[in-house]
């Protein structure tokens, strides 16, 4: 049997790990604009609407939700649908039409608090998060972790399969004559909101 090892010493020693005492939804919202990403917090019932206008902010004409944002995906679909944006449900859709698509909107199995980091798969697919040059994601404070070790420890109990992609801001590459590229493989922009309040409230 492995030793434990303290989450006090790990975080003084793991930039992977939250500080004691420290607030997780701060951290989380600082780590995400530190990797040039954007966040934002709101209560349960204004999520679809800092969905629909992160959105809209990008003048999007074709959009893919995925299938992990449940009963919001029907509403912000019906809202964009009415100001004439094309909606894709992703698992639906080929990849040329998803591939074409401006905006992507997903939830997450889980967020690191620590990193920034979104953690996508299972009903949001393999691509889910990765296809748009925009991806906007909703995370439930419920997914989101301390930690990295507190997500990895968490995975086989949530039962999301081996398919998954953890997400640090805007995809970036500094290979070509060492100058840094957002969105070479991946979303050149990224938006998080952060759904606080339990299901049921």
Request: glycine residues 10%; proline residues 4%; contains cysteine.
């Amino acid at each position: 049997m492995r030793p434990r090892i303290d989450p006090a010493r790990l975080a003084a020693i793991a930039p992977t790990e939250l500080r004691p005492g420290e607030d997780a939804v701060a951290r989380f919202v600082a780590e995400v604009e530190a990797v040039a990403g954007t966040a934002e917090v709101v209560a349960r019932g204004d999520a679809v609407d800092a969905a629909e206008r992160a959105v809209l902010a990008h003048r999007p004409l074709r959009v893919v939700l995925a299938a992990d944002l449940d009963a919001r995906r029907e509403a912000l679909a019906g809202r964009l649908e009415t100001v004439g944006v094309e909606v894709v449900h992703y698992e639906q859709a080929d990849r040329a039409t998803v591939a074409e698509a401006d905006v992507a909107v997903t939830g997450c199995v889980a967020a690191v608090a620590a990193t920034g980091s979104i953690v996508t798969g299972g009903a949001a697919g393999r691509g889910g998060a990765l296809i748009a040059p925009v991806h906007v994601c909703l995370v439930e404070r419920r997914r989101l972790f301390d930690g990295l070790l507190d997500v990895l420890r968490a995975l086989p109990a949530i039962g999301v399969g081996s398919a998954l992609s953890f997400q640090s801001g805007p995809s970036r590459t500094a290979d070509i004559e060492k100058t840094l590229i957002l969105g070479m493989h991946g979303p050149k922009a990224v938006h998080v909101v952060v759904v606080e309040g339990d299901a049921d409230s």
